[in-house]
């Protein structure tokens, strides 16, 4: 059990209005709350790589080459404030991505066509392989999650892939 949130990185994260949509008793607050979700996540960005539109969406479309440590750390923010923000903040974060890579296109260089990352498999590979990774990370590293655990973290992460 968590117990606690992390330090907030931004002044209006300070004041949560509520616990958000897991909460210090889920599993999701105990799974990234411990070292090792960092190693999953990580795994996770490689494995979303090996998904050709994502990685040309990455290419193409994201500022990763002009600022990498930028965008990882943008990332690495929407990640901790959909896990441990209040719901309303969790709901504006959302909002602002969606937003975000609705400007985005790639094109797929063999069959011309134009795409956007809202298409609904290429987030469903990006939530899945983070999801997959997340678990193989705490199993290999802890927190030890018994089987029971282990389904109702990929429960609970259906509420972060809306």
């Not at 979700?37 to 994502?54: D, E």
Request: proline share 7%; net charge negative; glycine share 6%.
């Amino acid at each position: 059990m968590v117990t606690a949130r992390p330090v907030p990185l931004t002044d209006d994260a300070q004041h949560p209005q509520d616990d958000g949509f897991f909460g210090p008793e889920s599993v999701t607050w105990r799974v990234y709350a411990s070292p090792s979700s960092s190693i999953g996540v990580a795994t996770a960005v490689l494995l979303q790589m090996i998904h050709p539109r994502v990685v040309r969406m990455i290419d193409q479309a994201s500022n990763v080459r002009q600022d990498p440590a930028g965008r990882a750390a943008a990332t690495g923010q929407y990640g901790i404030t959909i896990t441990f923000g209040d719901k309303a903040t969790a709901e504006r974060a959302g909002e602002v991505l969606r937003r975000i890579h609705s400007h985005r296109q790639a094109i797929d260089p063999i069959t011309g066509e134009t795409y956007t990352p809202n298409e609904p498999d290429l987030l469903m590979w990006v939530h899945c392989t983070l999801v997959w990774a997340v678990l193989a990370a705490c199993q290999r590293f802890g927190p030890m999650l018994t089987p029971a655990e282990r389904d109702r973290f990929v429960y609970e992460q259906r509420e972060s892939a809306r």
